[in-house]
């Protein structure tokens, strides 16, 4: 199939190597993947804060760079969600066809990159509660060879927020330190989520606090996690 | 309303300081986790948990839609069954109106069960001003009360105190030292409170419920202290919300599974209880007048509105328990009445946004709430609204306004997305200085921007 990429602001700039991997799985999948040169950002940063009319600014170039003929895949559940459940109200705009990344590989043979791997995974909150996407990503990481060991409360927010965790860092970093500490407990390999916005944040604390490896769904499944 | 405004700075100012007590953080966590567990297996008993919440929606959206209908039906059915409702339009009047009633009939002490409504109007503060003790008898409450602080959790609201703390509490009453031990301490605070219930002249409770067509005060207790209450002073003073009236006691019976269940897990309460009316002639108990308030102080304005469902709200406490910010900030950062996500909605619409200008803005909208509501109230979308509010009526700074519009224009354009993302590159090792960055760096590492962004990286 061929399907339109949308890295996301996040993955462009501060997860390139997670797009990179997103890429490599849909060709793996079979996908023919066309980038859309003009893509920017979906507006969500300024939509969550209340800015909406910036928002809308923004989001207007996803309309410009992206075809409805084709599926558009993402690397990140709260972009989707935005996309999914925001975008058309906001611009007075029909839907597009997005999927997020592993709803949208779901069933996919993929190469089993992480036999004997004990791997965590959080769900990251749009797209467990607004998108309801769950069983997938664990699926996917379990087809990899990966024992996927549960954390205490998965479904716990990491605390990122978007402008939540610069207007309430003291508590955005505690709840951090909380979802840390429940992979820590695991003693699994690596701390994985399926969004940029809670690994950039989970990642910035844990590099901190000597904490476990926080990695991309994408990365993990297209390159294994490393020991 | 201004019992419930707050500082711009108060919400990360109180969170702070509660972060730092790790007993606070403890019992928080604790007795949020019993809670909702409690309250998770009770949903699990029922059939079809959807249908009922789905009906308890239906149930408080018609009869909102439908409000002024319901409340005539329900203040003359108080009225014919003697009872006198008093509607008050905000929280002043609904003071003045307990304190005339309190002077009218010479009391001097005032005996009240739980009800967060007083809390909102200040009553307390009032009834002292006019030379009248008023004692909380919900244990929590009175605990809360002889510490001078205020309630940290809608439904237990006094989450926070140890054994310890509440064995020199009641201690101090009486300056009989209590043992810290659970069995002790009910039975230093039964043997205070009896002898308030005895002598009290007024009895003030909330009302979690009217039911329109028996004209009933429905209250739900645990401690059967709201019978007491409403039974033993002469005069019972319900304070009521406009909005908790429910048509029949059909639809009451639909509201109660829902509340009981989602508020601590049980399928009833251990008292629910239902007045209708003053002592009856040939009666041998109860009050000898009934007063109902009926307090808008600014719900009206909801209705019909983009925030209307607010209105539907029956203060389980589901959203605070689930809440991964209540849990960490604790009730009092969101101010003395209303916490948790409930209330970072709730607070702003009463006092007005620029009153209570950081609630919004006190979630990170992971939408637990809305999961968790009983009545399906989108409260994270309801944040969001918020948010949007303050941007639209100019209550966010200058600065912020500013530099959204400058990112904005930016990224409207795949060059202007290009340059700035260069140059933020550049700029980037400076970014803990100032903004933003700054307050990310406490004690993150900031992400670096890739040397070569994704886009950079393809051919």
């Given at each position: 199939?061929?399907?339109?990429?949308?890295?996301?602001?996040?993955?462009?700039?501060?997860?390139?190597?997670?797009?990179?991997?997103a890429?490599?799985?849909?060709?793996e999948?079979?996908h023919e993947?066309?980038?859309?040169?003009?893509?920017?950002?979906?507006?969500?940063?300024a939509f969550n804060?209340?800015?909406?009319?910036?928002?809308?600014?923004?989001?207007?170039?996803?309309?410009?760079?992206?075809?409805?003929?084709?599926?558009?895949?993402?690397?990140?559940?709260?972009?989707?969600?935005?996309?999914v459940?925001?975008?058309?109200?906001?611009?007075?705009?029909?839907?597009?066809?997005?999927?997020?990344?592993?709803?949208?590989l779901?069933?996919?043979a993929?190469?089993?990159?992480?036999e004997?791997?004990?791997?965590?995974y959080?769900?990251s909150?749009?797209?467990l509660?607004?998108?309801?996407?769950r069983?997938?990503?664990?699926?996917l990481?379990e087809?990899?060879?990966?024992?996927?060991?549960?954390?205490?409360?998965?479904?716990?927010c990491?605390?990122?927020?978007g402008?939540?965790?610069i207007?309430q860092?003291?508590?955005?970093?505690?709840?951090?330190?909380?979802?840390?500490?429940d992979?820590?407990?695991t003693?699994?390999?690596?701390?994985?989520?399926?969004?940029?916005?809670?690994?950039?944040?989970?990642?910035?604390?844990?590099?901190?606090?000597?904490?476990?490896?926080?990695?991309?769904?994408?990365?993990?499944?297209?390159?294994g996690?490393?020991q | 309303?201004?019992e419930?405004?707050?500082?711009?700075?108060?919400?990360?100012?109180?969170?702070?300081?509660?972060?730092?007590?790790?007993?606070?953080?403890?019992?928080?966590?604790?007795?949020?986790?019993?809670?909702?567990?409690h309250?998770?297996?009770?949903?699990a008993?029922?059939?079809?948990?959807?249908?009922?919440?789905?009906?308890?929606?239906?149930?408080?959206?018609?009869?909102i839609?439908?409000?002024?209908?319901h409340?005539?039906t329900?203040?003359?059915?108080?009225?014919?069954?003697?009872?006198?409702?008093?509607?008050?339009a905000t929280?002043?009047?609904?003071r003045?109106?307990?304190?005339?009633?309190?002077?009218?009939t010479?009391?001097?002490?005032a005996?009240?069960?739980?009800?967060?409504?007083?809390?909102?109007?200040?009553?307390?503060?009032?009834?002292?001003?006019?030379?009248?003790?008023?004692?909380a008898?919900?244990?929590?409450?009175?605990?809360i009360?002889?510490?001078?602080?205020?309630?940290?959790?809608?439904?237990?609201?006094?989450?926070?105190?140890?054994?310890?703390?509440?064995?020199?509490?009641?201690?101090?009453?009486?300056?009989?030292?209590?043992?810290?031990?659970?069995?002790?301490?009910?039975?230093?605070?039964?043997?205070?409170?009896?002898?308030?219930?005895?002598?009290a002249?007024?009895g003030?409770?909330?009302?979690?419920?009217?039911?329109?067509?028996?004209?009933?005060?429905c209250?739900?207790?645990?401690?059967?202290?709201?019978?007491?209450v409403s039974?033993?002073?002469?005069?019972?003073?319900?304070?009521m919300?406009i909005e908790?009236?429910?048509?029949?006691?059909?639809?009451?019976?639909?509201?109660l599974?829902l509340?009981?269940?989602?508020?601590?897990?049980?399928?009833?309460?251990v008292?629910?209880?239902?007045i209708t009316?003053?002592?009856?002639?040939g009666?041998?108990?109860?009050?000898?007048?009934?007063?109902?308030?009926l307090?808008?102080?600014?719900?009206?304005?909801?209705?019909?509105?983009?925030?209307?469902?607010?209105?539907?709200c029956?203060?389980?406490?589901s959203?605070?328990?689930?809440?991964?910010?209540?849990?960490?900030?604790?009730?009092?950062?969101?101010?003395?009445?209303?916490?948790g996500?409930?209330?970072?909605?709730?607070?702003?619409?009463?006092?007005?946004?620029?009153?209570?200008?950081?609630?919004?803005?006190a979630?990170?909208?992971?939408?637990?709430?809305?999961?968790?509501?009983?009545?399906?109230?989108?409260?994270?979308?309801?944040?969001?609204?918020?948010?949007?509010?303050?941007?639209?009526?100019?209550?966010?700074?200058?600065?912020?306004?500013?530099?959204?519009?400058?990112?904005s224009?930016?990224?409207?354009?795949?060059?202007?997305?290009?340059?700035?993302?260069?140059?933020?590159?550049?700029g980037?090792?400076?970014?803990?200085?100032?903004?933003?960055?700054?307050?990310w760096?406490?004690?993150?590492?900031?992400?670096?921007?890739?040397?070569?962004r994704?886009?950079?990286?393809?051919i």
């Amino acid at each position: 199939m061929r399907v339109q990429l949308f890295a996301t602001c996040l993955g462009d700039l501060v997860l390139p190597e997670a797009v990179e991997s997103a890429a490599e799985l849909l060709q793996e999948a079979g996908h023919e993947i066309i980038f859309p040169e003009n893509q920017v950002c979906c507006g969500q940063p300024a939509f969550n804060a209340g800015h909406r009319r910036a928002a809308a600014r923004v989001a207007r170039t996803f309309v410009r760079a992206f075809s409805r003929d084709l599926p558009i895949v993402v690397p990140s559940g709260s972009c989707a969600a935005m996309l999914v459940h925001h975008m058309p109200s906001l611009l007075d705009v029909e839907p597009y066809d997005v999927r997020e990344l592993s709803s949208f590989l779901a069933g996919s043979a993929l190469a089993p990159r992480n036999e004997g791997r004990r791997i965590a995974y959080h769900d990251s909150c749009h797209m467990l509660r607004e998108l309801h996407i769950r069983d997938e990503p664990r699926a996917l990481l379990e087809a990899s060879g990966a024992e996927v060991v549960p954390l205490a409360r998965p479904d716990l927010c990491c605390g990122f927020g978007g402008t939540f965790s610069i207007r309430q860092p003291e508590i955005s970093v505690s709840m951090a330190d909380d979802k840390l500490a429940d992979a820590g407990r695991t003693a699994a390999d690596a701390l994985v989520t399926a969004d940029p916005g809670c690994l950039m944040h989970l990642r910035a604390r844990s590099e901190r606090t000597n904490g476990p490896h926080v990695l991309h769904l994408a990365t993990v499944l297209a390159r294994g996690v490393k020991q | 309303m201004s019992e419930l405004a707050q500082e711009p700075d108060a919400f990360r100012r109180r969170a702070g300081e509660a972060l730092e007590d790790d007993h606070l953080q403890q019992a928080i966590a604790y007795s949020t986790e019993r809670l909702f567990g409690h309250r998770t297996e009770a949903w699990a008993l029922l059939d079809d948990v959807e249908r009922l919440r789905e009906a308890g929606r239906e149930i408080r959206t018609r009869t909102i839609a439908d409000l002024d209908r319901h409340l005539d039906t329900f203040i003359t059915a108080v009225e014919a069954r003697g009872g006198h409702v008093e509607r008050c339009a905000t929280a002043e009047e609904a003071r003045r109106y307990i304190v005339d009633i309190c002077r009218a009939t010479d009391a001097k002490l005032a005996v009240k069960s739980k009800s967060m409504a007083s809390e909102e109007i200040g009553l307390n503060p009032a009834l002292k001003d006019a030379g009248v003790e008023s004692v909380a008898t919900d244990l929590g409450d009175y605990l809360i009360q002889l510490a001078g602080t205020h309630p940290a959790h809608i439904v237990a609201p006094a989450i926070e105190l140890t054994r310890h703390d509440v064995a020199r509490l009641l201690g101090a009453v009486d300056g009989i030292p209590v043992e810290p031990e659970l069995g002790a301490l009910t039975a230093t605070a039964r043997r205070q409170l009896r002898e308030k219930f005895l002598a009290a002249d007024v009895g003030i409770t909330g009302a979690n419920f009217g039911v329109a067509e028996t004209g009933s005060i429905c209250l739900v207790t645990n401690e059967g202290n709201g019978r007491l209450v409403s039974s033993q002073p002469r005069v019972h003073i319900a304070v009521m919300g406009i909005e908790r009236v429910v048509p029949t006691t059909a639809e009451l019976a639909v509201m109660l599974q829902l509340l009981a269940r989602s508020a601590t897990g049980q399928k009833l309460t251990v008292y629910t209880t239902l007045i209708t009316g003053p002592r009856r002639a040939g009666e041998t108990d109860g009050p000898e007048e009934l007063h109902v308030v009926l307090l808008d102080n600014g719900r009206s304005r909801l209705r019909g509105g983009k925030y209307r469902e607010m209105l539907n709200c029956i203060r389980c406490g589901s959203c605070l328990n689930v809440c991964p910010v209540y849990r960490k900030a604790g009730g009092g950062s969101y101010g003395p009445v209303y916490s948790g996500p409930m209330g970072a909605v709730l607070v702003p619409l009463m006092t007005g946004l620029d009153k209570a200008p950081a609630l919004p803005h006190a979630s990170s909208l992971c939408g637990a709430c809305t999961a968790a509501c009983p009545v399906k109230i989108p409260l994270h979308e309801l944040l969001l609204e918020l948010r949007a509010d303050l941007v639209e009526q100019g209550v966010a700074s200058r600065r912020e306004r500013l530099a959204l519009a400058a990112w904005s224009y930016a990224w409207s354009r795949p060059w202007g997305y290009r340059v700035s993302t260069a140059l933020a590159r550049l700029g980037q090792r400076f970014g803990h200085l100032a903004g933003p960055g700054r307050a990310w760096a406490r004690g993150r590492k900031l992400p670096p921007i890739s040397r070569r962004r994704y886009r950079d990286r393809r051919i």
